[in-house]
C-alpha cells in the first residue's frame, strides 16, 4: 500500500519561498511520476508540477506556466521523498497542496494535502 505524506506548509508572505516535502512510503518510486497539484478555495484542483521518468531512467520535469520560474521539483530517491521549492510566492499561490503519485498519466496516489497561505 502506497502512503504520500505532504509537509512544509505554512503561512509567508508574498515574496517569499517555501519548501514542501512529499515522502513516499510502501513502494519505491523510480519509475513513477510524482505530481504536485494545487486546489485553491472555490477552485478546482489544478496542475502545479511534475517530475517523469525516461525510458535511460532521465528525470524530466514539467511546469503550470503559473509557476514557471518560481517553482521547481526535485527527488530524492534515497529518502522517497519529492520536495516542491516555491520562491517568490504570490497571493494567488494560495491553496492547498497535494502530492501525487502514477503512470501513464493516471495519478492512482494522493496525499491528505498541506495548506500554503501567502499573505499579501
Known amino acids: 500500500q502506497v502512503q504520500l505524506v505532504e509537509s512544509g506548509g505554512g503561512l509567508v508572505q508574498a515574496g517569499g519561498s517555501l519548501r514542501l516535502s512529499c515522502a513516499a512510503s510502501?513502494?519505491?518510486?523510480?519509475?513513477?511520476?510524482m505530481g504536485w497539484f494545487r486546489q485553491a478555495p472555490g477552485k478546482e484542483r489544478e496542475f502545479v508540477a511534475r517530475?517523469?521518468?525516461?525510458?535511460?531512467?532521465?528525470?524530466?520535469?514539467d511546469y503550470a506556466d503559473s509557476v514557471k520560474g518560481r517553482f521547481s521539483i526535485t527527488i530524492e530517491n534515497a529518502k522517497k521523498t519529492v520536495y516542491l521549492h516555491m520562491n517568490s510566492l504570490k497571493s494567488e499561490d494560495t491553496a492547498v497542496y497535494y502530492c501525487?503519485?502514477?503512470?501513464?498519466?493516471?495519478?492512482?496516489?494522493w496525499g491528505q494535502g498541506t495548506h500554503v497561505t501567502v499573505s499579501s
Open positions: 501525487a503519485m502514477g503512470q501513464s498519466g493516471t495519478y492512482n496516489y
Open positions: 510502501g513502494r519505491t518510486f523510480n519509475s513513477y511520476t
Open positions: 517530475i517523469r521518468w525516461s525510458g535511460d531512467n532521465t528525470a524530466y520535469a
